[in-house]
């Protein structure tokens, strides 16, 4: 497979690029709300259960807490959808959303099918 645009990639990397596949990206970022004593709870008891259920519904296929405390951000979490409209009502219905603990950005990005954490 030849590509002008990749005139310095390996054939044996050009064969591995050739699976790449769009997903979406969501990064939280710490809400208006973030600090306030309910946090915790609404954290716990609602957003986690909220996003299991997207991970069990295959929406959402990889989450990662940041574990930077002097970071705004968050988290981030790898929809299996291109769909931004669909990703966007699905943040919209997370309990921390809704009471104001995360904001979010939703961007799209690749990667190759298979891949996972070790």
Do not use: W
């Amino acid at each position: 497979m030849s590509n002008p645009a990749f005139q310095f990639v390996s054939p044996e990397i050009m064969t591995k690029l050739a699976s790449i596949k769009p997903y979406t990206l969501v990064v939280l970022m710490k809400g208006e709300n973030y600090g306030l004593s309910d946090t915790p709870r609404i954290i716990q008891s609602e957003h986690l259960p909220y996003v299991f259920e997207q991970r069990r519904d295959n929406h959402m296929v990889l989450t990662m807490p940041i574990k930077d405390n002097d970071s705004n951000l968050a988290a981030i979490a790898i929809y299996n959808t291109i769909d931004k409209e669909e990703v966007k009502r699905l943040m919209d219905k997370d309990p921390a959303i809704e009471a104001g603990i995360f904001e979010y950005e939703i961007v799209t990005g690749l990667g190759l099918p298979g891949d996972k954490l070790p």
